[in-house]
């Protein structure tokens, strides 16, 4: 079962970057024996550099040389070339990477209109040898930011190809969403372009706000430092830059938001990379978590937090775990699910957590959230038996929730303030095959999403009645 990343604009690589580095870290944590396994083909491909070849006969020998599954996409060289120059310069060669120069200019219509059909030819090719070394393909992950121009624009159009290309494929979406004070004047506009694609085009979005990142980064600090906690900070510290010193945390506070991302990605992908009892495949979340195809946004929520900062803290109790990923203050996105509706919720545990415990925690959350009155059991499980480096257990929760709403009704309110006196307008619609329309069509597929969540949320509250069941005469 194979995952296919593609990082886009800067954003997405240096995500994608912090993925890889913990990715690596992960697996050579538990694989000892330099072996190329089952786990570490889901994201590597192993390659004999002397004969070029990656065939069959390579499976289960010795580690020669990995190569990430994964396209790195940029229309500036800046981050792709930092990679290309970092630690990680030999899990990527020439051919998974399309760059150019100039950059999208935190517009969308560059990034989709200009360079899209610019670069189809290009990354559809590359999109093609890469999945021919996949045996199961079994999803794609994009990974952007919804402010700028090529992780918006260029983004959601490598989504659009996915599907044409790959229809059958799933394709998941960790969008990073600007905050209020964003300093790009056009995210807005950009923001409310790529929803409409993502609306469309996408089967799962997890919606990741620049602003909780930073709150989550914050709290970590305080935990470290407060001194309550027996926290020494190890030196390889997953919070830190790959440079491993705790100083990188002023100097770059990027580098511990984009971490937490990565930590986000991989404990989604860790059911895929490593035994459990409980197995889970991306697909099944996609399949479980969204009974309509339009309401595809996850809030996801990382717990305990001190697994993010790599501390040595003493493990609290289990249980807090399950109640700290319902409150908000572990919430990726500034949303409060408990007070709003469900219409499912998956945990995805790692580490050493038994099945016991996990059906007791949901039967002890339970009356304390509110589900649709029809989906009433409608939770999803994974256990994954590696945990995070260096600590016992982990948790993953995401939940498709009314939530989401407000965060897209502020969007729309920053979109209307700039479309209202058609502010920077101009610069979108001198680009080729950029009309005004797209402006109105996507503000109105935005429109279209929230109503969508008010008319769910009109029904919170009401009866829980069970379904009328058939009545068969005998």
């Given at each position: 079962?194979?995952?296919?990343?593609?990082?886009?604009?800067?954003?997405?690589?240096?995500?994608?970057?912090?993925?890889?580095?913990?990715?690596?870290?992960?697996?050579?944590?538990?694989?000892?024996?330099?072996?190329?396994?089952?786990?570490?083909?889901?994201?590597?491909r192993n390659v004999d550099t002397r004969?070029?070849?990656?065939?069959?006969?390579?499976?289960?020998?010795?580690?020669?040389?990995?190569?990430?599954?994964?396209?790195?996409?940029?229309?500036?060289?800046?981050?792709?070339?930092?990679?290309?120059?970092?630690?990680?310069?030999?899990?990527?060669?020439?051919?998974?990477?399309?760059?150019?120069?100039?950059?999208?200019?935190?517009?969308?219509?560059?990034?989709?209109?200009?360079?899209?059909?610019?670069?189809?030819?290009?990354?559809?090719?590359?999109?093609?040898?890469?999945?021919?070394?996949?045996?199961?393909?079994?999803?794609?992950?994009?990974?952007?930011?919804?402010?700028?121009?090529?992780?918006?624009?260029?983004?959601?159009?490598?989504?659009?190809?996915?599907?044409?290309?790959?229809?059958?494929?799933?394709?998941?979406?960790?969008?990073?969403?600007?905050?209020?004070?964003?300093?790009?004047?056009?995210?807005?506009?950009?923001?409310?372009?790529?929803?409409?694609?993502?609306?469309?085009?996408?089967?799962?979005?997890?919606?990741?706000?620049?602003?909780?990142?930073?709150?989550?980064?914050?709290?970590?600090?305080?935990?470290?430092?407060?001194?309550?906690?027996?926290?020494?900070?190890?030196?390889?510290?997953?919070?830190t830059s790959s440079a491993g010193s705790?100083?990188?945390?002023?100097?770059?506070?990027?580098?511990?938001?984009?971490?937490?991302?990565?930590?986000?990605?991989?404990?989604?992908?860790?059911?895929?990379?490593?035994?459990?009892?409980?197995?889970?495949?991306?697909?099944?979340?996609?399949?479980?978590?969204?009974?309509?195809?339009?309401?595809?946004?996850?809030?996801?929520?990382?717990?305990?937090?001190?697994?993010?900062?790599?501390?040595?803290?003493?493990?609290?109790?289990?249980?807090?775990?399950?109640?700290?990923?319902?409150?908000?203050?572990?919430?990726?996105?500034?949303?409060?699910?408990?007070?709003?509706?469900?219409?499912?919720?998956?945990?995805?545990?790692?580490?050493?957590?038994?099945?016991?415990?996990?059906?007791?925690?949901?039967?002890?959350?339970?009356?304390?959230?509110?589900?649709?009155?029809?989906?009433?059991?409608?939770?999803?499980?994974?256990?994954?038996?590696?945990?995070?480096?260096?600590?016992?257990?982990?948790?993953?929760?995401?939940?498709?929730?009314?939530?989401?709403?407000?965060?897209?009704?502020?969007?729309?309110?920053?979109?209307?303030?700039?479309?209202?006196?058609?502010?920077?307008?101009?610069?979108?619609?001198?680009?080729?095959?950029?009309?005004?329309?797209?402006?109105?069509?996507?503000?109105?597929?935005?429109?279209?999403?929230?109503?969508?969540?008010?008319?769910?949320?009109?029904?919170?509250?009401?009866?829980?009645?069970?379904?009328?069941?058939?009545?068969?005469?005998?």
């Amino acid at each position: 079962d194979l995952s296919l990343p593609f990082a886009v604009g800067q954003c997405g690589n240096q995500v994608g970057c912090r993925f890889w580095d913990l990715a690596l870290r992960e697996h050579a944590a538990v694989n000892k024996k330099g072996i190329y396994d089952e786990a570490l083909s889901s994201f590597f491909r192993n390659v004999d550099t002397r004969s070029g070849g990656d065939g069959p006969g390579i499976y289960k020998g010795k580690i020669c040389s990995l190569k990430a599954r994964a396209l790195l996409i940029d229309m500036e060289e800046g981050v792709v070339n930092e990679i290309l120059q970092g630690p990680l310069r030999d899990v990527f060669d020439s051919k998974q990477l399309i760059t150019d120069v100039s950059g999208s200019g935190n517009n969308w219509a560059v990034g989709h209109k200009l360079y899209g059909y610019q670069y189809q030819e290009n990354i559809v090719e590359k999109l093609r040898k890469t999945a021919e070394h996949c045996d199961c393909l079994q999803c794609f992950f994009i990974i952007h930011s919804m402010g700028g121009g090529t992780g918006s624009g260029l983004g959601t159009f490598v989504l659009n190809l996915l599907e044409d290309e790959f229809p059958e494929v799933y394709r998941f979406v960790t969008s990073v969403y600007p905050s209020g004070e964003d300093d790009v004047i056009t995210s807005p506009y950009n923001s409310v372009l790529a929803m409409k694609e993502l609306n469309e085009h996408a089967d799962c979005v997890l919606p990741v706000e620049n602003e909780s990142l930073f709150d989550i980064v914050n709290k970590i600090n305080q935990m470290v430092n407060s001194g309550k906690l027996l926290s020494t900070v190890k030196q390889n510290s997953l919070v830190t830059s790959s440079a491993g010193s705790v100083k990188t945390l002023q100097e770059k506070p990027f580098d511990a938001m984009n971490n937490i991302v990565a930590n986000l990605l991989l404990n989604l992908t860790s059911s895929a990379r490593f035994e459990g009892s409980l197995n889970m495949d991306l697909n099944e979340i996609s399949m479980n978590l969204v009974p309509f195809p339009r309401l595809h946004y996850l809030v996801s929520s990382l717990t305990p937090l001190y697994t993010l900062a790599d501390v040595n803290v003493p493990s609290r109790r289990l249980d807090q775990m399950f109640s700290d990923a319902f409150s908000r203050d572990h919430q990726l996105i500034q949303a409060d699910p408990k007070h709003s509706l469900y219409l499912a919720c998956a945990l995805l545990v790692r580490g050493n957590v038994q099945v016991s415990d996990l059906r007791r925690n949901i039967e002890r959350l339970k009356p304390s959230l509110h589900f649709v009155s029809w989906n009433q059991e409608g939770w999803k499980t994974g256990l994954c038996s590696v945990p995070p480096v260096g600590h016992s257990h982990s948790l993953l929760s995401l939940a498709n929730n009314t939530c989401v709403k407000p965060t897209f009704i502020e969007l729309k309110e920053r979109f209307m303030k700039l479309y209202k006196k058609k502010a920077h307008l101009h610069h979108y619609l001198q680009i080729d095959g950029m009309e005004q329309s797209c402006f109105s069509e996507a503000v109105s597929s935005l429109s279209d999403l929230i109503e969508e969540y008010n008319e769910l949320d009109a029904t919170k509250g009401g009866p829980r009645t069970d379904p009328s069941r058939l009545k068969i005469a005998v």
